[in-house]
């Protein structure tokens, strides 16, 4: 037992302090409770459900291989997060996943980057960091969000309107349609040779040799791995359905729009595991893998998670999603991508750089509440 308690208060264990979330969530769904009880006890669930399966797809690489295992934690990254995308797509929220992918990348730059910062940087005067993957990645991460946000400077020169904060979903039309539907396709090319590029080609550049291996457990089976993964997945997906049920009740009680549920809220909690292990490697002094994790992760949420959800509207809900984002997301990922541009040329980070990065963080969701 004391091994047990000592596991679930040490930096990796904590979210499966909230286990027990998921079967109140379900008893809450079941019984026809208060939307807003059953959103929070569905968003406290998500987390040890996100951490679970992280964990089985670190477990599973490590057993995997460099390669093999690199393509398993790019690909498994960002699954609950394309989970809720998927339930929220199905219900007809295209603009809460629009949100949420949006939310996804300013959560990474801004505030997991932040946090990283300032925790690393706390006690020492600076941090350092391999500025050319950082460099590499975040000019993907830029380069795809000019592809991802294309389709809306061509409905603002087309003298369309761009969705409303407080809209459900839009349809823009055929046009718009077809043009997100080869946006993504290309994006997924992008996507793809981004990974012979990281894990193959330049793959010194992106797992620095001189990083220590974590791994100090005994490792899983692959088959222990698999089931594991396979049940959080379930579970991911089953603590998604509630949440996303719940998302239109419970932002009308609580009075805060599901832009902004989608922008703060959903996309901090489905990244919530993954956040906490940036922070805890910029803790140990290790900026290059809290660095590779934030913006790492912004650049699969545009070059893969988007492209991949715009594929499935055009399967799932009442109609395809346009790459048309609204005026504060357009702006708010813009300068957010320019942050990080600024902020890691250099190779090394202070705890005040981390301070300014959480204070744009802090003033973004201000403006998205009052929104």
């Not at 997060?81 to 939310?103: D, T, Y």
């Not at 595991?273 to 893998?289: G, N, P, S, T």
Request: no cysteine; proline share 4%.
């Amino acid at each position: 037992m004391t091994g047990v308690r000592r596991f679930l208060l040490s930096g990796s264990g904590w979210p499966y302090l909230l286990v027990p979330f998921i079967p109140i969530a379900v008893a809450l769904e079941l019984g026809h409770a208060e939307a807003t009880l059953i959103f929070g006890a569905a968003a406290a669930g998500v987390i040890p459900t996100a951490a679970l399966m992280g964990r089985a797809t670190e477990e599973l690489a490590h057993r995997s291989g460099p390669g093999i295992g690199g393509f398993l934690n790019v690909t498994f990254g960002n699954a609950p997060e394309l989970i809720i995308a998927f339930f929220a797509l199905n219900e007809g929220l295209q603009e809460v996943v629009k949100a949420s992918l949006i939310g996804s990348i300013l959560g990474n730059i801004l505030l997991v980057m932040g946090a990283a910062m300032l925790v690393g940087g706390l006690g020492r005067e600076r941090q350092t960091f391999n500025p050319t993957a950082a460099n590499v990645q975040s000019g993907m991460l830029l380069l795809a969000a000019v592809a991802l946000l294309m389709p809306t400077v061509f409905q603002l020169v087309a003298g369309g309107g761009l969705p409303g904060v407080g809209e459900e979903r839009v349809n823009f039309g055929s046009d718009l349609e077809q043009m997100s539907l080869i946006v993504a396709v290309i994006l997924l090319f992008a996507y793809a040779g981004g990974l012979v590029f990281s894990l193959k080609s330049h793959r010194a550049l992106f797992n620095p040799t001189s990083e220590s291996d974590e791994h100090v457990d005994e490792p899983w089976t692959v088959r222990k791995s698999v089931i594991t993964l396979a049940v959080a997945g379930v579970a991911v997906g089953l603590m998604s359905e509630i949440l996303v049920g719940s998302i239109s009740e419970a932002s009308e009680t609580i009075g805060i729009s599901q832009f902004f549920v989608g922008l703060i809220v959903v996309a901090i909690v489905g990244n919530a595991a993954e956040h906490w292990v940036a922070i805890y490697f910029a803790a140990r002094d290790k900026m290059d893998l809290a660095v590779n994790i934030a913006i790492g992760s912004s650049a699969q949420i545009a070059l893969f998670a988007a492209p991949v959800l715009v594929l499935l509207s055009f399967v799932v809900g009442p109609n395809p999603m346009a790459l048309v984002f609204n005026g504060f997301e357009l702006a708010a990922v813009f300068l957010a991508i320019l942050i990080a541009n600024h902020v890691t040329h250099d190779g090394e980070s202070t705890w005040y750089e981390g301070v300014l990065l959480l204070a744009v963080y802090a003033v973004l969701g201000v403006v998205f509440f009052y929104a």
